[in-house]
């Protein structure tokens, strides 16, 4: 397994008279240019894997390496500065922050940041909404875009600040098909053209038809890992 | 590290200018604790200056008497010291009453720089016209010297206190005095003591009315004149010194009674208990407006605490983009400050308006139209200021802390 993001035996249960395990076990690595499917029934803790990953959360097993650092022993801070710098997020509900309009919302991480100026962070927010082809939304505040312009918004914000690794949590869970498509076509394009690593938790079959890897899951293990690359060679022998 | 200020600063503007309503209560409830404390503190210490002022004013700055805080010494007591001395049965000497050696006084007391004492000596007659009697203090003065170390001046209806040297016999007595017994100004009266005869006083001036420091039955005359009617030549009883510096009175006056004797009063002595009533009314005054901003920051709090509840996915979302914990904190403590910020500047232009209205008011005050003495010192601004950012900061820190608490995963997992 050779990965940007390698998780090794992780785990995560919450505490309690009577502890709730999410995630145990699991074994994976996330590859760079590479777009990964984490499927399974409601409740099997792919989303719980994916906050893991997404240093959300903190597991309560096993290691998690991200470049080949161990993340578990960061602080609070450090880990919101390796989610700033190295990782973008879309989420199913799009999360947009209401106050600001889709170019200031785009230009967030990157004030936030704080390594381009004012006139190139704005240049850049614009060049990634002309990206996801929402030249002219570029003032609206979220509650005047649609479902499908909204969530381009927070692809567009994902990759605000350049990310290796963008996670998504159902990205496309709240889209019709047209713009679930359009969505799930972009993703695929930051993968292969790109280069990134792209890791999404999914319910749609179809994605998890056209992912790179599938990464199944049940009752908070990994069942099966299916790479559908051209190579066919089988990941985790 | 700016940018990122001024880049969580923007965060915060918007999150108020979203709930204009809140914010604009937030903002009035420390606009009027802020105005409001202006005005009020205006009132109380204008005033208090004002009657500090006066109790400074009205009377010498430090006052040597004839009296001592303890009798002198026997001479057995006094050669022998610390000895077994025991004394009884003696006869104490009548001693002369007055200010021995008081010439000496007054050089030291116009030694200091910018101190000028006066010599004056007090005693009583009776004053007669026609059926009336009347008791007088008259106060024997120089005028010349006294009009420069009291405001007694001021104190004058008709006439001046230098008119004593004009006119053979004059006497300067109280309105109500006058009004008893029938004289005004330019009449004869007949004043007289127990040792002297009557002798002929001619009325050149008037006190005002309601003056408690000359009460109704003192009079001015001249230093010889008093000297002469009391039967006691190149005797004075009493040195009322001025200073440049009303404060240092306590310490000049514990210095000459050290090296005189003789009492020294000092002006914080004559009114202490005038002054620590003005520590009480401080007291009560602070305590009140302190209970005031407290009020107004319970409207920050609310703002805030508000604001963090209703902001919750957006916490959680700013925690995944890869905002700190700190961050978060930060942007929800700026509101607060930003709304004590705002409540600051328009309570101080409440308390300007306030204290306008207040200086514009004329009350009539013992048949004369005055005004409220106001103190607008810078210094009542900077104290509402101050305790207001103090109060602003800490009703937002509170709700604050919680916003840094929220865990992203709990937020993102309620919404799917």
Redesign the interface.
Known sequence: MTGILEARGLGRTLPGERPITLVKGVDLAIEPGCFTAIVGPSGCGK??LL?LL?L??RPTEGELLFEGREMSGLS??ER??????R?G?V???H??????TALENVM??M????RLDGEETKARALALLAEMGLEGKEGKTPDKLSGGERQRVAIA?ALA?DPVLILG??PT?NLDSHNSARVVETLLALAHEEGRAIACVTHDLDIAERADIRIEMLDGRVERIVDNRDTGRAPNA | MIGRFVFLVSIALRHLLRRRRQTVVAVSGVAVGVGFFLAVSALMVGSQNDFVDQLIESAPHIIVSDELRSPSPQPGARVFGDGAVDLHGYKVRTEVRGIKDWSAIVAAADAIPGALASPSLTGGVTLRLGGHEEALAIVGVEPEIETQISTIEDQLRVGRLRDLEKVQGGIIIGEELASRLGVNVGDIVAASTSTSKARSMRVVGLFKKGQAQLSSNSGYVLLREAQSMLGRPFIINRIGIHLSDPYAAERVAARLEQRFGYKAESWQERSSEFLSLLVTRNVIMYSVVSAILLVASFGIYTVVSNSVSDKQRDIAIMRSIGFSERDLQLIFVIEGIVLAAIGVVAGWMLGYLLMEILGSLRFPIAGEEESIPLDRGPRQYAIAAGASFLAGVVAAWLPARKASRVDPVDILRGAV
């Open positions: 989303s719980s906050y997404g959300l959360d609070g801070d919101a500065r390796v989610r700033l710098e990782f997020f989420f199913q509900f999360f947009l922050l209401p106050e600001f967030i991480p004030r936030r940041l704080g914000r600040n949590d159902e869970g």
